[in-house]
């Protein structure tokens, strides 16, 4: 119940192209879905997040899709560029505890 | 901007070895947390505290230890290190708003190789 699965694991985009990375979840008491992008070497450090009682959220290029009935929610990025290359990680936590990450997507965004 | 710093970017130890990972935030959160990265696996929870003096295991926490004695520091003791710890070590930290979630933000890292 405490899982997240994430899909794809990896993903290679186009320049100009659209990236979408799905992810679902079991515990419906989840209340607060982000998404965290990692550069190598580096922390995950937060994109975008979403709390159940909207179904989408949008900064920038960056969306959030949220299906509260399905347990699943995903990210797409728009105008996707060489560097949005990372590691997505999509991530579910009640109240802000004990946060559930997914296993990560490896995105390559060519240019 | 909110720092979380932790002390050792990279480090090789023998098995067995007592081995201390340090963190650090610069701000004044009351939450902090200690995630393994595997590849494949994302990040698994090892322990959290959200107080000085307090913890809390996570989802992994067997062969690990912890110690916050002060507000900002918490700090990840591996009491008789394995191979089987080798790993990427993740400090976060985050605050306490009115609906109970916060913005984790995280340290670059600590990359531990046991031999």
């Known amino acids: 119940q405490q899982q997240v699965k994430q899909s794809p694991q990896s993903l290679i985009v186009q320049k100009g192209g659209i990236s979408i990375i799905n992810c679902a979840y079991e515990?419906?008491?989840?209340?607060?879905f982000p998404w965290y992008q990692q550069f190598p070497g580096k922390g995950p450090a937060l994109l975008i997040a979403?709390?159940?009682?909207?179904s989408e959220k949008k900064e920038g290029r960056f969306t959030i899709s949220f299906n509260k009935s399905a347990k699943q929610f995903s990210l797409h990025i728009m105008d996707s560029q060489p560097g949005d290359s990372a590691t997505y990680f999509c991530?579910?936590?009640?109240?802000?505890?004990?946060?559930?990450f997914g296993p990560g997507t490896r995105l390559s965004v060519l240019p | 901007d909110v720092k979380v710093t932790q002390s050792s970017r990279y480090l090789v130890k023998r098995t067995g070895e007592k081995v201390f990972l340090e963190c650090v935030q610069d701000?004044?959160?009351?939450?902090m947390f200690w995630y393994r990265q595997d590849p494949g696996l994302g990040l698994r929870l090892i322990y959290f505290?959200?107080?000085?003096?307090?913890?809390e295991k996570g989802d992994i926490p067997e062969g690990y230890s912890v110690s916050r004695e002060k507000k900002e520091r918490f700090s990840l003791i591996l009491e008789s290190a394995s191979t089987n710890q080798t790993s990427m070590y993740l400090c976060?930290?985050?605050?306490?708003?009115?609906?109970?979630?916060?913005?984790?933000?995280f340290g670059e890292g600590s990359r531990l190789t046991v031999l």
């Open positions: 515990n419906t008491a989840f209340d607060y």
């Open positions: 991530a579910a936590s009640r109240r802000g505890q004990n946060f559930v």
């Open positions: 505290s959200y107080d000085v003096k307090m913890k």
């Open positions: 701000m004044d959160h009351e939450n």
């Open positions: 979403i709390r159940p009682d909207v």
């Open positions: 976060a930290s985050s605050f306490s708003d009115r609906l109970g979630a916060g913005e984790l933000f």
